[in-house]
């Protein structure tokens, strides 16, 4: 079974904090990516990689950066966190990006921005 | 560009009724379809997907799924609702990169 893991379930930080969240998958898939789920607007894409070292930018980046450096690790770093950034973050993988393959979802985290 | 719809954020049907949760779609090509269940306090999860095989897909848990090419549709059906099925279910549209639907949460009355 694939595996995508994310390092924290909740986290709780304070506004101006430099904040990483961590996505580990063991299948070797090619894409990975960054959501943020919020009550009635679904799942946003912030960002995606579709190699190692190359990003894409999703539909709401701003606020955002991620770190490739290894296939199988995407981060997500808010620089410098605010209110509005409260959110839940999910992070997924799949083998492609276009055509009939699936993503695989970590289990989320829920950050609370302070 | 690809986008889906699905109308309504809530539905509510009684244990052992008719599930049916809409999703229509946009995309400019012949295009690959999924559903996901997310239950509380968890990631998504694939239910289903459309690749051009067959237009009705059979997916986990007892739902299927039809494609219409003519209605843009691809509709979510389980015959008996379960109280298990409570959940939040997204339909996505994958042109080059997945859009998903704002989500309907589904809830089972006992």
């Known amino acids: 079974d694939v595996k995508v893991t994310q390092s924290s379930r909740y986290l709780v930080k304070r506004t101006g904090e430099k904040v990483f969240l961590e996505c580990v998958q063991d299948m070797d898939h090619e894409n990975m990516f960054w959501y943020r789920q919020d009550p009635g607007l679904g799942l946003r894409l912030i960002y995606f990689s579709y190699d190692v070292k190359m990003k894409e930018k999703g539909d709401i980046p701003e606020g955002y950066s991620v770190s490739r450096e290894k296939k199988e690790r995407f981060s997500l770093i808010l620089e410098s966190a605010s209110t509005n950034q409260t959110s839940m973050y999910l992070c997924?993988?799949?083998?492609?990006?276009?055509?009939?393959?699936?993503?695989?979802f970590g289990p989320g985290t829920r950050l609370t921005v302070t | 560009a690809q986008s889906v719809t699905q109308l309504g954020s809530h539905v509510s049907v009684s244990e052992g009724a008719l599930v049916l949760l809409r999703c229509n779609y946009s995309s400019s090509v012949p295009p690959y379809l999924f559903w996901y269940v997310q239950y509380p306090n968890q990631g998504l999860q694939l239910l289903l997907k459309?690749?051009?095989?067959?237009?009705l897909v059979k997916g986990i848990n007892g739902f299927e799924a039809e494609f219409k090419k003519s209605e843009t549709s691809f509709h979510l059906t389980k015959p008996s609702a379960h109280m298990s099925d409570a959940a939040e279910y997204f339909c996505a549209v994958s042109e080059s990169n997945a859009a998903f639907g704002k989500g309907i949460t589904l809830s089972v009355r006992p």
């Open positions: 459309y690749t051009s095989a067959a237009t």
């Open positions: 997924a993988s799949s083998l492609h990006g276009r055509g009939p393959y699936e993503q695989y």
